[in-house]
């Protein structure tokens, strides 16, 4: 079976974000970046599928030089190989993306392809689906449970209020959601061995954003709360505050 899986890199999420002095991206110094969260359950299930199926695992990443840390995080975890698409600069957005990844995979006769459902910073969950519509490949999003008989697919997807089953014949493309697995943690030998696993660099195929960001902006402090003691005197002022302040009624 080959398996590609598509990996990103984003700002750890315990990073204080600062906007640059162009307010249109954050300021990177002192950021420290990991791979998307989303994604190691992509490269899990991957890993998963290779064992029970044997083959190949795949880890592509769209980006600047940066984005070789996604693909030695998937080397340390078990992938076989790892491909960059290297971008010229930082400036791209998920069309760019979407379209780099699949102008790649279209050649690779590829079973399934795998990504997070989403990447944690612009949280757009766009590129799935986008690779999906340029390869003509059927896409099954926010995965849970993901089983492959057979070259059929049958997978269990969160919707709002419940779950919904999907199936599909192979190639599919699959989005996974927290809950898919458990992403294993590298070991000394894994670490070690993925050192010695060289990233292939390939020219973008594309570029030419859709969207441009205008302004960046932190959101407002909180403001303070307000503790209401007269009990049900108090209801009036408390759903004026809810209506007014608050807008949430």
């Given at each position: 079976m080959k398996i590609i899986v598509c990996v990103s890199i984003v700002p750890d999420s315990t990073t204080k974000v600062k906007i640059s002095d162009t307010g249109q991206s954050i300021d990177s110094n002192g950021v420290s970046y990991i791979i998307n969260p989303y994604d190691?359950?992509?490269?899990?299930?991957?890993?998963?599928?290779?064992?029970?199926?044997?083959?190949?695992?795949?880890?592509?990443?769209?980006?600047?030089?940066?984005?070789k840390e996604a693909i030695k995080k998937s080397f340390q975890m078990g992938a076989d190989k790892g491909i960059l698409i290297k971008s010229p600069d930082e400036n791209f957005d998920s069309y760019t993306v979407a379209k780099n990844l699949a102008e790649y995979i279209k050649d690779q006769n590829a079973d399934i392809i795998l990504f997070g459902k989403q990447s944690i910073d612009f949280d757009g969950l766009l590129v799935p689906s986008m690779v999906s519509e340029f390869l003509n490949l059927p896409c099954i999003s926010v995965v849970v449970k993901l089983?492959?008989?057979?070259?059929?697919?049958?997978?269990?997807?969160?919707?709002?209020?419940?779950?919904?089953?999907?199936?599909?014949?192979?190639?599919?493309i699959i989005g996974a959601q927290k809950g898919l697995n458990e992403p294993r943690y590298p070991n000394l030998k894994?670490?070690?061995?993925?050192?010695?696993?060289?990233?292939?660099?390939?020219?973008?195929?594309?570029s030419g954003n859709k969207t441009e960001i205008i302004e960046m902006k932190l959101p407002p402090a909180k403001s303070g709360g307000k503790i209401f003691s007269n009990g049900k005197e108090d209801i009036p002022e408390l759903v004026r505050l809810l209506r007014e302040e608050a807008k949430v009624i």
């Open positions: 190691e359950f992509a490269v899990e299930e991957a890993l998963k599928l290779k064992e029970k199926n044997g083959g190949e695992v795949i880890a592509v990443a769209y980006g600047t030089e940066r984005s089983d492959i008989e057979n070259g059929k697919v049958k997978a269990e997807r969160e919707i709002e209020g419940g779950k919904e089953i999907v199936e599909s014949a192979l190639p599919v894994s670490i070690m061995a993925a050192k010695s696993k060289p990233i292939e660099e390939v020219s973008n195929f594309y």
